[in-house]
């Protein structure tokens, strides 16, 4: 196909909001967080605390900017989510010794605990997406790869 027939190909699309990737989506992303906002309620942590937490389980003492890193947030982003839930008492920040310009963040003993009452997590949010492992993870591999052509595109 040559690149006028793509233009028009392009230029045919309807401008209708179910026929849009971006749409698929951010609708798809709604009702994970859905899903997500159940399970974490008794947790009573957010979504986007969960994700901090994730980082720390996986690799506790690290700085803000580390997290940021991991979760695609700036630093103004995430300084709200880490001071509820220091607040909450599941973490602390502290200036680094080497370097006061940045922030340490480290798990509390209850931070570590929370890890054990998540574990049950990963699996209900498998099973409600009704998927096998397999397409799990070649849509997680797809979606990585669109992030970073987008990523890529700015």
Partial sequence: MNSNQDDKKVQQMPLQVDQHLCFALYSANLAMH???????????????????????WNQDDVTVSEIGEQLFLDSA??????????VAGLLRRQRS???????????????HALRERAQSIPEAVRCA?????????????QLDDLRANLNRAK
């Fill in 34 to 56: 859905k899903v997500y906002r159940q399970l974490l309620a008794e947790l009573e942590i957010t979504y986007p605390q969960y994700l901090v937490m994730l980082v720390l």
């Fill in 77 to 86: 982003t995430l300084t709200p989510l880490l001071k509820r839930l220091e």
């Fill in 97 to 111: 010794r080497r370097d006061e310009r940045q922030v340490v963040v480290t798990l509390t003993d209850e931070g």
């Fill in 129 to 141: 997406t009704a998927c096998d492992d397999d397409t799990l993870i070649a849509l997680k591999n």
